[in-house]
C-alpha cells in the first residue's frame, strides 16, 4: 500500500494486518506532527486577503494599482500597499514578480529616493518587507498578516471620513 500525506510518501509492504498495523502507525506518528506544525506556521489565505483588499488595490492589465489617493495615506501605508498589491497580482499568476525595486516604489510614491529608502529600511527592520536576493523589495508574510490585522482597518477608517 502507497500513503501520501502532504509532502510524505510511504509504501507498505506485507500481509493485510501487517500493513494495516503500519499504516496505523504512520498515521498516528505523522498526522499529530503535521497538526502541530500547521498551528505555528504562518499561511495567508488569499481569497480572504482579496476580500480584505477589495476596494483598496486592484490589479490592471498596466500592473498593480492603489485605488486610494496616496494624500490620504502615509507614506510608509502607500509603499506596504504597492508590495501587497504586487504579491497579489503574483499569486493570481498576473505579474511575473512578487516584488518591486526601490526606483519602481521610489516612483509610485512620488517621493525623493531619500525618503523612499528611508520608508523601505524601517519596514524591513520591522519585519514588514524584505529584500530579495535580486535587490528589490517585497511584503513579508507576516507583513501581510499586521497589514491585514492593524494597517487596512486604519486605512478604510481614514477612507470613510
Same mark, same amino acid.
Given at each position: 500500500m502507497h500513503v501520501k500525506y502532504r509532502d510524505v510518501d510511504q509504501?507498505?509492504?506485507?500481509? =493485510?494486518?501487517d500493513v494495516w498495523v503500519s499504516v496505523n502507525r504512520f498515521f498516528s506518528q505523522v498526522i499529530p506532527s503535521f497538526d502541530m506544525? #500547521?498551528? =505555528?506556521t504562518l499561511t495567508v489565505d488569499l481569497q480572504k486577503l482579496?476580500?480584505? =483588499?477589495e476596494g483598496v488595490i486592484a490589479i490592471t492589465p498596466e500592473g498593480p494599482e492603489l485605488l486610494i489617493s496616496k494624500?490620504? *495615506?502615509?507614506? /510608509?501605508?502607500?509603499?506596504? *500597499?504597492?508590495?501587497l498589491a504586487?504579491?497579489?497580482?503574483? #499569486?493570481?499568476?498576473?505579474l511575473s514578480r512578487d516584488s518591486f525595486s526601490k $526606483? $519602481? *516604489?521610489?516612483? #509610485?510614491?512620488? !517621493?525623493? /529616493?531619500?525618503?523612499? /529608502?528611508? #520608508?523601505?529600511? $524601517?519596514?524591513?527592520? $520591522?519585519?514588514m518587507a524584505t529584500?530579495?536576493?535580486e535587490g528589490n523589495? !517585497?511584503?513579508?508574510?507576516?507583513?501581510? !498578516?499586521r497589514l491585514q490585522e492593524e494597517t487596512l482597518p486604519k486605512i478604510r477608517e481614514k477612507i470613510q471620513t
Open positions: 509504501t507498505f509492504v506485507g500481509n =493485510v494486518d506544525a #500547521r498551528k =505555528v482579496i476580500q480584505d =483588499v494624500q490620504k *495615506l502615509t507614506d /510608509s501605508e502607500t509603499i506596504q *500597499l504597492c508590495l504586487a504579491h497579489v497580482g503574483y #499569486r493570481l499568476g498576473h $526606483e $519602481e *516604489l521610489q516612483t #509610485r510614491l512620488g !517621493k525623493s /529616493s531619500k525618503i523612499t /529608502s528611508t #520608508r523601505l529600511g $524601517e519596514l524591513c527592520r $520591522e519585519g529584500k530579495t536576493g523589495y !517585497k511584503i513579508t508574510t507576516i507583513g501581510i !498578516k
